[in-house]
T-cell receptor, first 113, second 111 residues
Framework: KAGVTQTPRYLIKTRGQQVTLSCSPISGHRSVSWYQQTPGQGLQFLFEYFSETQRNKGNFPGRFSGRQFSNSRSEMNVSTLELGDSALYLC????????????FGPGTRLLVL | QKEVEQNSGPLSVPEGAIASLNCTYSDRGSQSFFWYRQYSGKSPELIMSIYSNGDKEDGRFTAQLNKASQYVSLLIRDSQPSDSATYLCAVNPDNFNKFYFGSGTKLNVKP
Protein backbone atom coordinates (compact mmCIF):
# COMPACT_ATOMS: atom_id res chain seq x y z
CA LYS A 1 0.00 0.00 0.00
CA ALA A 2 1.15 3.51 -0.68
CA GLY A 3 1.93 5.53 2.40
CA VAL A 4 0.56 8.86 3.53
CA THR A 5 1.27 11.57 1.02
CA GLN A 6 1.45 15.29 1.66
CA THR A 7 1.64 18.18 -0.75
CA PRO A 8 3.41 20.43 -1.17
CA ARG A 9 6.58 19.31 0.54
CA TYR A 10 8.00 22.81 0.91
CA LEU A 11 6.42 26.22 1.03
CA ILE A 12 7.65 29.75 1.51
CA LYS A 13 5.09 32.40 2.39
CA THR A 14 5.12 35.89 3.79
CA ARG A 15 3.39 37.17 6.89
CA GLY A 16 -0.31 37.81 6.43
CA GLN A 17 -0.75 35.32 3.61
CA GLN A 18 -2.73 32.13 3.91
CA VAL A 19 -1.73 28.59 3.04
CA THR A 20 -3.48 25.29 2.33
CA LEU A 21 -1.78 21.96 2.89
CA SER A 22 -3.06 18.64 1.61
CA CYS A 23 -2.87 15.11 2.96
CA SER A 24 -3.91 11.82 1.38
CA PRO A 25 -4.11 8.98 3.92
CA ILE A 26 -3.22 5.36 3.41
CA SER A 27 -5.91 3.65 1.39
CA GLY A 28 -8.72 2.51 3.68
CA HIS A 29 -7.76 4.80 6.55
CA ARG A 30 -10.56 7.12 7.57
CA SER A 31 -8.84 8.97 10.40
CA VAL A 32 -6.48 11.83 9.64
CA SER A 33 -4.66 13.83 12.31
CA TRP A 34 -2.53 16.92 11.85
CA TYR A 35 0.47 17.92 13.94
CA GLN A 36 2.83 20.87 14.03
CA GLN A 37 6.48 20.23 14.81
CA THR A 38 8.85 23.01 15.85
CA PRO A 39 12.25 22.83 17.57
CA GLY A 40 10.91 24.67 20.61
CA GLN A 41 7.52 23.02 21.12
CA GLY A 42 8.06 19.62 19.60
CA LEU A 43 5.13 17.74 18.08
CA GLN A 44 1.79 19.31 18.91
CA PHE A 45 -1.64 18.05 17.97
CA LEU A 46 -3.68 20.35 15.74
CA PHE A 47 -6.86 18.41 14.94
CA GLU A 48 -8.24 15.05 13.92
CA TYR A 49 -10.87 14.11 11.40
CA PHE A 50 -12.79 10.91 11.06
CA SER A 51 -15.38 10.35 8.35
CA GLU A 52 -15.42 14.06 7.47
CA THR A 53 -16.04 15.13 11.08
CA GLN A 54 -13.59 17.01 13.26
CA ARG A 55 -13.51 15.07 16.50
CA ASN A 56 -10.68 16.77 18.35
CA LYS A 57 -8.92 20.09 18.21
CA GLY A 58 -5.67 21.06 19.86
CA ASN A 59 -4.82 24.32 21.53
CA PHE A 60 -4.22 26.41 18.44
CA PRO A 61 -5.85 29.70 17.39
CA GLY A 62 -8.78 29.80 15.02
CA ARG A 63 -6.44 30.75 12.16
CA PHE A 64 -5.76 27.03 11.91
CA SER A 65 -8.58 25.09 10.33
CA GLY A 66 -9.09 21.91 8.42
CA ARG A 67 -11.51 19.69 6.65
CA GLN A 68 -11.83 16.16 5.36
CA PHE A 69 -13.43 15.03 2.16
CA SER A 70 -15.53 11.95 1.46
CA ASN A 71 -12.48 10.13 0.05
CA SER A 72 -10.70 10.76 3.42
CA ARG A 73 -8.25 13.24 1.93
CA SER A 74 -7.74 16.17 4.26
CA GLU A 75 -6.65 19.74 4.00
CA MET A 76 -5.52 22.19 6.60
CA ASN A 77 -5.54 25.93 6.19
CA VAL A 78 -3.65 28.60 8.05
CA SER A 79 -4.80 32.16 7.54
CA THR A 80 -2.99 35.39 8.32
CA LEU A 81 0.36 33.67 8.63
CA GLU A 82 2.75 34.68 11.40
CA LEU A 83 6.49 34.11 11.66
CA GLY A 84 5.84 31.61 14.45
CA ASP A 85 3.86 29.41 12.09
CA SER A 86 7.10 28.31 10.45
CA ALA A 87 7.19 24.60 11.16
CA LEU A 88 6.99 21.10 9.81
CA TYR A 89 3.33 20.16 9.42
CA LEU A 90 2.73 16.44 9.67
CA CYS A 91 -0.30 14.47 8.72
CA UNK A 92 -0.94 11.02 10.16
CA UNK A 93 -3.54 8.46 9.22
CA UNK A 94 -4.96 5.61 11.23
CA UNK A 95 -6.98 2.55 10.24
CA UNK A 96 -9.11 2.72 13.35
CA UNK A 97 -11.51 5.22 14.81
CA UNK A 98 -9.53 5.56 17.97
CA UNK A 99 -6.55 4.53 20.07
CA UNK A 100 -4.87 3.02 17.06
CA UNK A 101 -1.49 3.37 15.48
CA UNK A 102 -0.86 6.49 13.45
CA UNK A 103 1.31 6.49 10.35
CA PHE A 104 2.95 9.75 9.39
CA GLY A 105 3.42 11.35 6.01
CA PRO A 106 6.65 13.06 4.98
CA GLY A 107 5.40 16.45 6.12
CA THR A 108 5.17 19.92 4.63
CA ARG A 109 7.89 22.32 5.69
CA LEU A 110 6.48 25.84 5.86
CA LEU A 111 8.70 28.88 6.13
CA VAL A 112 7.04 32.22 6.85
CA LEU A 113 9.11 35.30 6.06
CA GLN B 1 3.39 19.89 33.76
CA LYS B 2 3.84 18.36 30.33
CA GLU B 3 1.70 15.36 29.51
CA VAL B 4 4.66 13.30 28.31
CA GLU B 5 8.20 13.73 29.58
CA GLN B 6 11.40 12.42 28.06
CA ASN B 7 15.04 13.11 28.74
CA SER B 8 16.21 15.11 25.73
CA GLY B 9 19.67 13.56 25.78
CA PRO B 10 21.80 13.15 23.86
CA LEU B 11 22.23 9.57 24.96
CA SER B 12 25.49 8.15 23.67
CA VAL B 13 26.13 4.42 23.58
CA PRO B 14 28.83 2.36 21.85
CA GLU B 15 27.92 0.09 18.97
CA GLY B 16 26.63 -3.25 20.22
CA ALA B 17 25.47 -1.90 23.58
CA ILE B 18 21.93 -1.67 24.94
CA ALA B 19 20.28 1.73 24.69
CA SER B 20 17.58 2.48 27.25
CA LEU B 21 15.08 5.24 26.58
CA ASN B 22 12.53 6.35 29.13
CA CYS B 23 9.25 8.20 29.14
CA THR B 24 6.74 9.21 31.82
CA TYR B 25 3.20 10.41 31.29
CA SER B 26 0.73 12.28 33.44
CA ASP B 27 -2.70 10.97 32.38
CA ARG B 28 -3.26 7.87 34.49
CA GLY B 29 -6.14 6.77 32.27
CA SER B 30 -3.99 6.50 29.13
CA GLN B 31 -4.37 3.20 27.35
CA SER B 32 -2.09 3.14 24.34
CA PHE B 33 1.56 3.98 24.00
CA PHE B 34 3.91 4.24 21.05
CA TRP B 35 7.54 4.72 20.20
CA TYR B 36 8.53 6.52 17.03
CA ARG B 37 11.94 7.07 15.52
CA GLN B 38 12.70 10.29 13.68
CA TYR B 39 15.81 10.83 11.62
CA SER B 40 16.92 14.40 11.09
CA GLY B 41 14.80 16.06 8.42
CA LYS B 42 12.40 13.11 8.19
CA SER B 43 8.98 12.32 9.61
CA PRO B 44 8.37 10.02 12.59
CA GLU B 45 8.42 6.30 11.85
CA LEU B 46 6.59 3.85 14.08
CA ILE B 47 8.78 1.39 15.98
CA MET B 48 6.40 -0.18 18.45
CA SER B 49 3.07 0.08 20.16
CA ILE B 50 2.22 -1.28 23.60
CA TYR B 51 -1.10 -1.45 25.36
CA SER B 52 -0.65 -3.81 28.33
CA ASN B 53 1.64 -3.81 31.33
CA GLY B 54 4.82 -5.75 30.82
CA ASP B 55 7.26 -6.24 27.99
CA LYS B 56 6.73 -6.44 24.25
CA GLU B 57 9.58 -7.54 22.03
CA ASP B 58 10.09 -6.99 18.32
CA GLY B 59 13.50 -7.93 17.00
CA ARG B 60 16.13 -5.82 18.72
CA PHE B 61 13.49 -3.59 20.31
CA THR B 62 11.67 -4.16 23.59
CA ALA B 63 8.99 -1.82 24.91
CA GLN B 64 8.14 -1.91 28.60
CA LEU B 65 5.01 -0.47 30.16
CA ASN B 66 4.22 0.10 33.83
CA LYS B 67 0.86 1.82 34.17
CA ALA B 68 1.05 2.02 37.97
CA SER B 69 4.24 4.05 37.70
CA GLN B 70 3.07 5.79 34.51
CA TYR B 71 6.27 4.80 32.82
CA VAL B 72 7.15 3.54 29.35
CA SER B 73 10.57 2.53 28.16
CA LEU B 74 12.26 1.32 25.00
CA LEU B 75 15.31 -0.91 24.99
CA ILE B 76 17.40 -1.27 21.87
CA ARG B 77 19.72 -4.25 21.96
CA ASP B 78 22.88 -4.54 19.87
CA SER B 79 22.67 -0.84 19.01
CA GLN B 80 23.86 0.10 15.53
CA PRO B 81 25.04 3.46 14.17
CA SER B 82 21.92 3.41 11.99
CA ASP B 83 19.87 3.60 15.21
CA SER B 84 21.18 7.12 15.77
CA ALA B 85 18.05 9.26 15.68
CA THR B 86 15.56 11.02 17.93
CA TYR B 87 13.12 8.68 19.65
CA LEU B 88 9.68 10.02 20.41
CA CYS B 89 7.34 8.62 23.01
CA ALA B 90 3.65 9.08 22.22
CA VAL B 91 0.68 8.56 24.50
CA ASN B 92 -2.96 8.36 23.49
CA PRO B 93 -5.01 9.36 26.53
CA ASP B 94 -8.41 8.40 25.15
CA ASN B 95 -10.18 6.61 22.36
CA PHE B 96 -9.53 9.22 19.71
CA ASN B 97 -6.52 9.53 17.43
CA LYS B 98 -4.93 12.37 19.36
CA PHE B 99 -1.41 11.71 20.54
CA TYR B 100 0.63 13.58 23.08
CA PHE B 101 4.32 13.43 22.24
CA GLY B 102 7.35 13.81 24.40
CA SER B 103 10.09 16.15 23.26
CA GLY B 104 12.18 13.18 22.14
CA THR B 105 15.49 11.66 23.19
CA LYS B 106 18.39 11.99 20.80
CA LEU B 107 20.38 8.76 20.60
CA ASN B 108 23.94 8.61 19.28
CA VAL B 109 25.42 5.18 18.63
CA LYS B 110 29.18 5.43 18.25
CA PRO B 111 30.98 2.94 15.96
Amino acid sequence: KAGVTQTPRYLIKTRGQQVTLSCSPISGHRSVSWYQQTPGQGLQFLFEYFSETQRNKGNFPGRFSGRQFSNSRSEMNVSTLELGDSALYLCASSPTSGAGTQYFGPGTRLLVL
Amino acid sequence: QKEVEQNSGPLSVPEGAIASLNCTYSDRGSQSFFWYRQYSGKSPELIMSIYSNGDKEDGRFTAQLNKASQYVSLLIRDSQPSDSATYLCAVNPDNFNKFYFGSGTKLNVKP
